[in-house]
């Protein structure tokens, strides 16, 4: 008999008896959202748990809504790009574009995928005085070093970080983050580490930040309930906050799960087989949780011929960052400086499944196909 098909993801959140107090309590408060009490509890719990405490955060609708309203908030009026990567997401530019800026795309660096820092300084250099901020991404929620962004936050150069991956991320005892004096953003989207279904939180080591995004998250109101400048609606719904709340209640035992899974690939990838016919995975900091395995496939080995012949046994991957942001129609009339990298990455790149209860056998079944395929 054939195997069953495996899919690229399973999205699974916390079970109903895990959160059905805390909707019958939205029953009994006929609070739905505005930051109500449950949005508080999560943020709080949130902030001590992952955070050490230090510093502030706010909920939002989503991830790409929170990297808008960050641009708006942070990003230096009247200066036209913000650099970022092409290897990244989609909604990296698009939050850029709403926000009222140019994307100005800058290349990755080979072994960890994100941000060249050299090829950053150069870009602001070339642009001179026309960069509203930086926006680097935290690539398949690895923490990136985020010192020498720092460093530009204190030269005057905003940065927000496109964390979308990295919620439940840590470097030593804290999420990736913590005590950064920029902005970082983070998801709760279903495919993603914290998975919430959607949502998303905005952290900041600066607490008076915080206190003025969230002012623009509800339709710029200030303390007299005056639009003060250009808000939205970002507000998350306590029905989701109480679903935050419980993930975060479970979090532990499924992030051992998908480090068990990641083992596997790591060993394998890591061994030298495959190093040697020139697979290549990203080099991580820290401990990172990701829902899918990404790699790069062997320089004559285009990714899309390994997503075939996996697809022929049944098993769905699925081509991240292929094509990049600049090669996608949205973004043509884009800025950017040299993608050597990124463009020589594109073609390699592939996300093998690794989501929570996919059984061991079939993730060394997996490896075992791309071992012996040619
Ligand atoms: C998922 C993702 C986003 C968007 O997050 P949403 O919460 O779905 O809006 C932004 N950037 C990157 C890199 C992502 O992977």
Redesign the pocket.
């Known amino acids: 008999m054939d195997n069953p098909r495996i899919p690229f993801l399973k999205p699974h959140l916390v079970e109903l008896p895990a959160y059905e107090p805390l909707i019958r309590s939205i029953e009994q408060s006929h609070i739905y959202s505005n930051f109500g009490p449950l949005n508080t509890r999560f943020e709080t719990e949130l902030l001590g748990r992952f955070f050490t405490g230090a510093g502030a955060l706010s909920t939002v609708n989503?991830?790409?809504?929170?990297?808008m309203v960050a641009l708006r908030l942070h990003g230096l009026t009247g200066r036209r790009h913000v650099i970022m990567p092409s290897y990244?997401?989609?909604?990296?530019p698009l939050?850029a574009m709403w926000a009222g800026f140019t994307p100005y795309f800058v290349d990755v660096a080979p072994d960890d995928w994100a941000l060249d820092h050299d090829k950053v300084t150069a870009a602001l250099q070339a642009l001179d005085g026309d960069v509203a901020a930086v926006m680097p991404?935290?690539?398949?929620g690895n923490n990136i070093d985020l010192a020498f962004y720092a460093d530009l936050e204190r030269q005057g150069i905003p940065v927000v970080v496109?964390?979308?991956?990295s919620l439940g991320c840590f470097d030593g005892n804290a999420n990736f983050g913590t005590g950064f004096p920029g902005l970082v953003?983070?998801?709760?989207?279903a495919?993603?580490s914290f998975p919430v279904g959607?949502?998303?939180v905005i952290y900041s080591a600066r607490t008076d930040l915080i206190a003025r995004l969230r002012g623009m998250l509800n339709f710029g109101f200030d303390q007299n309930r005056v639009s003060a400048e250009m808000g939205l609606n970002g507000k998350l719904p306590e029905l989701l906050a109480a679903v935050g709340i419980a993930t975060l209640q479970a979090f532990d035992a499924g992030a051992m799960k998908s480090r068990a899974a990641a083992e596997r690939y790591i060993a394998a990838f890591g061994g030298p087989d495959f190093a040697r016919r020139g697979w290549q995975t990203q080099r991580l900091r820290g401990d990172v949780l990701r829902p899918f395995f990404p790699i790069l496939t062997p320089p004559d080995r285009p990714a899309s011929g390994v997503l075939q012949h996996l697809e022929a046994h049944g098993i769905q991957t699925r081509a991240?960052f292929n094509p990049t942001c600049h090669q996608q129609p949205a973004f043509r009339d884009c800025p950017h400086g040299d993608l050597t990298q990124t463009e020589a990455m594109a073609p390699r790149s592939l996300c093998l499944p690794q989501w929570n209860a996919l059984p061991q056998e079939d993730i060394d079944r997996i490896i075992g196909l791309l071992a012996s395929a040619a």
């Open positions: 989503n991830a790409t809504i929170g990297l990244t997401f989609v909604a990296t939050a991404y935290a690539t398949f496109d964390a979308a991956a953003v983070y998801s709760l989207h495919t993603k959607e949502g998303g991240y």
